[in-house]
Every structure is written in structure tokens, then in C-alpha cells.
């Protein structure tokens, strides 16, 4: 049996996927066209409504304070560093603050 007889299964299901994948997007866009064509739109809208045709609608569990399965900013900067907030006086944060000045290091 030579090289050329042996059939590669998992690049031929890469390509059948990748085949699959793309015949979505080509009638999921189709149908925006169609739609945008039969509403009458002018072509930035026309191209609008192509470009986010792969978005969902949300559901009404989605809009009606359900759990959320991700924050609105993961990568912000106060998740990334959690930010402590004590009450403190201000006549002494104020002197923390002033002598951490002085020393180069912030509290």
C-alpha cells in the first residue's frame, strides 16, 4: 500500500468542518442580504446588518437579571487587581498618604 492510499481522517474532518462552517456563514448571510434588500435600506445599514448577521438575539433570561456567565470586562483592571476599600479618617489617611509620599511608597 503506498502513501497515496492512506486516507488522512482527521484533516479530511478538518476540511469537511471548514466546509460545513462556511456554507453557514455563506446562507446566514444570504439571508441578511435578503432581508436587508426587502427593508430597503441604504448600504451602510445594508452592510451593518450583513456584517453582524452571525449575532443572536438575546433572551428574555439574559435581559431579566439571570446569572451571567461572564462579567461585562474580564481583563479590567479591577479584576485583574481587586481594589480593598476600608473607611478610614481622614485626618489619619491623610497622614498615611502624606508619609507614604515621602517615602516613595503608596499604601
Known amino acids: 500500500m503506498s502513501q497515496r492510499d492512506i486516507i488522512d481522517f482527521s484533516a479530511l474532518e478538518k476540511e469537511l468542518k471548514a466546509a460545513v462552517e462556511s456554507e453557514r456563514k455563506y446562507q446566514r448571510e444570504n439571508q441578511a442580504k435578503l432581508r436587508a434588500v426587502s427593508q430597503g435600506v441604504d448600504y451602510d445599514q445594508f452592510r451593518g446588518l450583513v ?5 443572536k438575539p438575546l433572551d428574555k433570561k439574559d435581559r431579566d437579571g439571570g446569572p451571567r ?33 515621602a517615602s516613595g511608597v503608596l499604601f
Not at 83 to 101: I, N
Open 51 to 55: 456584517l453582524t448577521s452571525h449575532l
Open 69 to 101: 456567565k461572564q462579567p461585562w470586562n474580564p481583563a479590567g483592571w479591577s479584576n485583574l487587581h481587586p481594589v480593598q476599600t476600608l473607611w478610614c479618617d481622614p485626618a489619619v489617611c491623610s497622614s498615611r498618604f502624606m508619609k507614604s509620599l
